[in-house]
């Protein structure tokens, strides 16, 4: 890459006191930078300068601000709004202020880089140089957390991370087949592979908790409010609504197993469909909620279909027609 033409516009006052310095610096940096040869004194036109000396093909204009140059024709004077919009059309125009001076009405809108001690400018040198080149300090964008690049669609209603967290209580539930403890400290470090801090994850499960998604056994003393939660059949079916492909479709398998095959338990109708068994419980669950079936929990597990209600066999023959 070709080093970049730089021209540097000063009042010759500055030229000992700061700009050579400023130039060597400029050029040891690889930019080649024009001071004695552009020539600026008292009194030059600062237009004809730039625009019939070929300071035009500069891919930045420097412009030392200083007591001893704001009083300048040139800055004063010639350095109006119309010349720098020329400038900036066709190189980068950088005001550097070295003084406690006004900067010229003109430069108002141009962000300039102040240099407070002449003889120790490192950090601002280094701006000035991104400038030129056209770089930035501002840090590369990272990769989201990986629960947005994870959960795809979300419960209606919940945040995504209200949606994940749901999302690995049901599925911790039904892989460990107890939807009544599910623990919490497993679920925060379920949720960390995801970077969701732990905070975050305690704040979903208060919002699942209080929309009836969940229901946490709640412990008096100590640190965290509770350990252990059970899954609702609401939060169950909300879920699966969304995670469970063909949800509504195994629903009325389900009916089926029960009203065309005569199955009166949880059990039985899973060895048939062999799904997780804990998704079966859930299902029956449902069906009791909408009014379809009564369901009677018994010891070992059990769900008894103790009755059939016209509801589900209406569902069944539409689902059908």
């Not at 125009?93 to 141009?110: E, F, K, N």
């Not at 029960?258 to 299902?283: M, T």
Request: aromatic share 8%; proline share 4%.
């Amino acid at each position: 890459m070709s080093s970049p033409k730089v021209f540097v516009s000063h009042a010759s006052e500055d030229k000992e006191r700061f700009v050579l310095d400023f130039a060597k610096k400029l050029r040891d940096n690889g930019i080649d930078a024009w001071v004695d040869r552009w020539g600026m004194v008292p009194g030059d036109s600062l237009v004809d300068k730039i625009f019939e000396e070929g300071i035009k093909e500069a891919q930045a204009v420097i412009v030392v601000l200083s007591n001893n140059s704001v009083n300048k024709p040139w800055v004063r004077e010639e350095l109006n709004a119309a010349v720098v919009n020329r400038i900036n059309k066709g190189s980068k125009l950088i005001p550097v202020v070295i003084d406690d001076c006004p900067v010229p009405q003109a430069l108002q809108s141009t962000l300039w880089q102040k240099i407070n001690d002449i003889n120790n400018y490192d950090e601002e040198l280094k701006r000035i140089l991104m400038a030129i080149f056209g770089y930035s300090d501002r840090p590369p964008i990272g990769e989201a957390p990986a629960y947005t690049r994870t959960v795809v669609d979300t419960v209606p209603g919940l945040t995504p991370v209200d949606s994940l967290v749901l999302k690995l209580s049901v599925e911790m539930a039904i892989e460990e087949e107890q939807a009544q403890h599910v623990n919490v400290d497993k679920l925060i470090e379920k949720a960390s592979s995801f970077d969701v801090p732990e905070d975050e994850v305690i704040e979903a499960l208060e919002i699942l908790d209080q929309r009836g998604y969940h229901e946490q056994a709640r412990i008096i003393g100590g640190g965290r409010k509770y350990s252990y939660f059970k899954i609702t059949t609401y939060g169950f079916d909300e879920y699966a609504r969304v995670y469970i492909p063909d949800y509504d479709s195994l629903i009325m398998s389900v009916a089926s197993q029960i009203l065309n095959h005569g199955k009166d338990n949880n059990k039985e109708i899973n060895q048939v469909l062999n799904h997780p068994q804990l998704i079966i419980d859930f299902i029956l669950d449902v069906m009791h909620n909408r009014g379809w079936i009564r369901v009677s929990k018994r010891v070992g597990g059990w769900s008894i279909i103790s009755e059939i209600y016209s509801e589900m066999k209406r569902a069944l023959r539409e689902d059908r027609s």
